[in-house]
């Protein structure tokens, strides 16, 4: 099979200057198949402007392979006649905040997204100084949480949050809001926004172009259309089952289990929760995790979570419907979501001009399972090291500029998520635990120092003497649940969800 090309134009000066100064490397590049007579989109590479045109395709199939010489650009290498080209893939949080911090800094960003109306179950909730330094408009956010209670496995409940000021809140938003305002801030900046669902990326050589392949919804059609894009750099945003970290070999991790329903429930009962969030603990709505309800703009969200019996999810979060039915009866579910949620970070977060964030790179917590504002701070700062590296979109950039948002992102947050892991082993591994730790939530210094700690996501330092005295509290406490466990007191470890459940537990 033979095929003709016309309108080719490659700018050799530009290309010859640049691999005689050794910031580009020749490579050959095989483009997409096209229709005889349809025009292949240009693409720019170190200053090479190569567009071209099928004119005539012979043989049996109406189709050809377009090949075209063009050039590989090294990392810190000046781009002439164009700006870096970067994909984020994924557009919740993370790659929404990174799409917009690269357009902003003069990259030219496409931001690729299967679901523009995405409802992760996700409990929603954002620390306050999240609405500040993301510019986040009040009418986003469904409810302003000033109360939690904490409820034991022997259903104690322990009223939080007696420590927060008259402007102190925890924000609570929905997924599908959330997400969409930042993707259109994104947009509006400059962005390219598409409806697409990633397949898989190609790059030519190690300093070459990528080739990403992704299947097209623009049309609106359920089936969608094969598509390309070529781009220089890509960010994985796509969540716990990143393809792009696949791609990378970013290595195995464990994930938990997410399932969660929207109920409905009446005027009456919306009211309690009004301002209100609640966290039950206990084996019967999850081995490892909690179970909640938080509130929503007309509804509240009732889910749960577990990494080590996913088999067994509904059973959990049945468990945790039965604890608050007293509150939430009478109401119509509305929806159900489940989704899978990382459980640490990735062995490997990049690989050359390839970078994850978000759930792709792992950064959930563990004990509280906060994800919202890790993503959207590491779609940022990742962006933030691409402009820089890039000097605002003029130069290559590469696993250089990466490394310097992994590295600025190891500094700040290792230790949040080293302590929140070691809370988790302590206090999430029995019942008579759980007890001792909803406990010592009804302390107000720990009250104090765990919402300063969430609200502005700062280290707040302590009062040596309450430090220590916290220490006791804690011992004592973990000896005391020790002590329960040892007895196989029944008293508490008991189950609450369903009659069936409650049998299940009697004849274990």
Same mark, same amino acid.
């Given at each position: 099979?033979?095929a003709?090309?016309?309108n080719?134009q490659?700018?050799?000066?530009?290309?010859n200057?640049q691999?005689a100064q050794?910031?580009?490397a020749?490579f050959?590049?095989?483009?997409?198949r096209?229709?005889?007579?349809?025009?292949?989109p240009s693409?720019?590479?170190a200053?090479?402007?190569?567009?071209?045109r099928?004119?005539?395709?012979?043989?049996?199939?109406?189709?050809s392979?377009?090949?075209?010489t063009?050039f590989?650009?090294?990392?810190g290498?000046?781009?002439?006649g164009?700006?870096?080209?970067?994909a984020?893939i994924?557009?919740g949080p993370s790659?929404a905040?990174?799409?917009?911090?690269?357009?902003?800094?003069g990259?030219?960003?496409?931001?690729?997204?299967?679901?523009?109306?995405n409802?992760?179950p996700?409990?929603g909730?954002i620390?306050?100084c999240?609405?500040?330094?993301f510019?986040l408009?009040?009418?986003?956010?469904?409810r302003?949480?000033?109360k939690?209670?904490?409820i034991s496995?022997s259903?104690?409940?322990?009223?939080?949050?007696?420590?927060?000021?008259?402007?102190?809140?925890?924000?609570?938003?929905?997924r599908?809001?959330?997400?969409?305002?930042?993707?259109?801030?994104a947009?509006k900046l400059?962005?390219?926004?598409?409806?697409?669902?990633f397949?898989?990326?190609e790059?030519?050589?190690?300093d070459g172009?990528?080739?990403i392949?992704y299947?097209?919804?623009?049309?609106?059609?359920?089936?969608?259309t094969?598509a390309?894009?070529?781009v220089?750099?890509?960010?994985?945003?796509?969540?716990?089952?990143?393809?792009?970290?696949k791609?990378?070999?970013?290595?195995?991790?464990d994930y938990?289990?997410?399932?969660? #329903?929207r109920?409905r =429930?009446? /005027?009456?009962?919306m009211k309690?929760?009004?301002?209100?969030a609640?966290m039950? $603990? !206990? *084996?019967?709505?999850s081995p490892d995790?909690y179970?909640w309800?938080?509130?929503?703009?007309?509804?509240?969200?009732?889910?749960?979570?577990?990494?080590?019996?996913?088999?067994?999810?509904?059973?959990?979060?049945?468990?945790?419907?039965?604890?608050?039915?007293?509150?939430t009866e009478g109401?119509?579910?509305?929806?159900? #979501?489940?989704h899978? =949620?990382p /459980?640490?970070?990735r062995?490997?977060?990049?690989?050359?001009?390839v970078?994850l $964030? !978000? *759930?792709?790179?792992?950064?959930v917590?563990?004990?509280?399972g906060?994800?919202i504002?890790?993503?959207?701070?590491?779609?940022?700062?990742?962006?933030?090291a691409?402009v820089?590296?890039?000097?605002?979109?003029t130069?290559m950039?590469?696993e250089d500029?990466?490394r310097?948002y992994l590295?600025?992102?190891?500094?700040?947050?290792?230790?949040?998520?080293?302590?929140l892991?070691i809370?988790?082993k302590v206090?999430?591994?029995s019942?008579?635990?759980?007890?001792?730790?909803?406990?010592?939530c009804e302390?107000?210094?720990?009250?104090?120092?765990?919402?300063?700690?969430?609200?502005?996501?700062t280290?707040v330092?302590g009062?040596?003497?309450?430090?220590?005295k916290?220490?006791?509290?804690?011992?004592?406490?973990?000896?005391?649940?020790n002590?329960l466990r040892?007895?196989?007191s029944?008293?508490?470890?008991?189950?609450f969800?369903?009659?069936a459940n409650?049998?299940?537990?009697a004849?274990?």
């Amino acid at each position: 099979m033979a095929a003709s090309f016309a309108n080719t134009q490659v700018s050799g000066k530009v290309a010859n200057r640049q691999v005689a100064q050794g910031r580009v490397a020749p490579f050959r590049a095989t483009g997409v198949r096209k229709t005889a007579g349809t025009q292949i989109p240009s693409f720019y590479f170190a200053g090479v402007s190569v567009h071209q045109r099928v004119i005539a395709v012979s043989g049996a199939r109406s189709v050809s392979r377009a090949v075209q010489t063009v050039f590989a650009v090294k990392d810190g290498a000046v781009l002439e006649g164009r700006k870096l080209r970067v994909a984020v893939i994924g557009g919740g949080p993370s790659g929404a905040c990174a799409a917009e911090t690269l357009a902003k800094g003069g990259v030219e960003t496409f931001l690729i997204e299967r679901k523009l109306d995405n409802c992760k179950p996700c409990g929603g909730a954002i620390p306050l100084c999240m609405v500040e330094e993301f510019d986040l408009p009040l009418e986003i956010i469904d409810r302003k949480v000033t109360k939690m209670k904490m409820i034991s496995p022997s259903n104690r409940e322990v009223d939080v949050g007696k420590t927060l000021s008259e402007t102190e809140w925890i924000g609570m938003c929905r997924r599908e809001v959330f997400d969409d305002y930042l993707r259109k801030r994104a947009e509006k900046l400059g962005a390219s926004v598409l409806n697409g669902l990633f397949m898989r990326s190609e790059q030519q050589g190690t300093d070459g172009p990528f080739t990403i392949h992704y299947t097209s919804f623009a049309d609106g059609s359920k089936m969608g259309t094969p598509a390309t894009l070529e781009v220089d750099m890509i960010i994985g945003a796509d969540g716990a089952n990143s393809r792009i970290a696949k791609e990378i070999d970013a290595g195995e991790y464990d994930y938990a289990i997410a399932f969660q #329903e929207r109920i409905r =429930i009446p /005027e009456d009962k919306m009211k309690y929760y009004e301002n209100l969030a609640e966290m039950y $603990v !206990g *084996d019967d709505v999850s081995p490892d995790f909690y179970g909640w309800v938080f509130p929503k703009y007309d509804h509240v969200a009732v889910g749960t979570g577990t990494v080590v019996n996913k088999t067994a999810i509904k059973q959990y979060q049945q468990a945790t419907r039965d604890r608050s039915k007293v509150k939430t009866e009478g109401g119509k579910i509305i929806r159900v #979501e489940a989704h899978p =949620i990382p /459980e640490h970070p990735r062995p490997r977060r990049c690989k050359g001009r390839v970078a994850l $964030v !978000g *759930d792709a790179a792992g950064y959930v917590t563990k004990c509280s399972g906060e994800g919202i504002y890790f993503a959207a701070k590491s779609g940022r700062m990742c962006a933030e090291a691409i402009v820089e590296g890039s000097a605002n979109g003029t130069k290559m950039a590469g696993e250089d500029a990466i490394r310097v948002y992994l590295d600025k992102w190891d500094r700040k947050y290792w230790a949040t998520y080293k302590v929140l892991d070691i809370l988790q082993k302590v206090f999430y591994r029995s019942n008579p635990a759980r007890e001792a730790f909803v406990e010592l939530c009804e302390d107000s210094y720990v009250q104090k120092m765990t919402f300063d700690s969430y609200l502005y996501k700062t280290v707040v330092p302590g009062n040596p003497l309450d430090d220590v005295k916290l220490l006791v509290r804690t011992v004592s406490s973990l000896i005391r649940s020790n002590a329960l466990r040892s007895a196989n007191s029944k008293s508490v470890n008991v189950s609450f969800g369903s009659k069936a459940n409650e049998e299940r537990v009697a004849t274990a």
